[in-house]
């Protein structure tokens, strides 16, 4: 494969990674300003916070080995196609360890209505990774891309497919 014939080194990661975390942001800090009395569930809030900071370590961890373990940019100047350590249990480390991470700050927040957040930011990075990263790995990996993915998923690491 040519060198010049890769990925954009970012691709589109800061627009997913930062739409993520300005959309959390902006959701918490409206339902402080209208001091809304959505429910909580008072009973689990220890709970929530502990699952929300287990779920933003994680995230971290799904993000800095995408990074510097699996040596993502490194790879993507390469044009190698990572499939092995994280990238064996979810396609997209870095995306998914931002979401993990926005669902771990709403789940401290524990606010019930917040819950709607990883949602729209789950659809938000799939809807852009279909229209654009996806496009371009089946482009330029071809079938090596496409047998990858139906083994691992796309966001979600704990749900592997069948192999």
Known sequence: MNKKNHLPLYGVGPIIVYGQFVFTAISIILTCIFDAKFPTINVFNILFKIVGILLIAFGLYLDLSAKLKSKLFKSVEDNKLITDGVY??????????????????????????????????????????????????????????????????????WFLKKK
């Open 88 to 157: 064996g249990i979810v396609r997209n480390p870095v995306y998914s360890g931002a979401l993990l991470a926005c669902t771990g700050v709403v789940l401290i927040a524990n606010n019930l209505i917040l819950l709607i957040v990883p949602v729209i930011c789950w659809l938000y990075m799939t809807i852009f990774l279909i229209k654009t990263e996806e496009k371009w790995l089946k482009e330029l990996y071809r079938q090596e891309y496409i047998s990858y993915c139906k083994k691992v998923n796309r966001c979600i690491p």
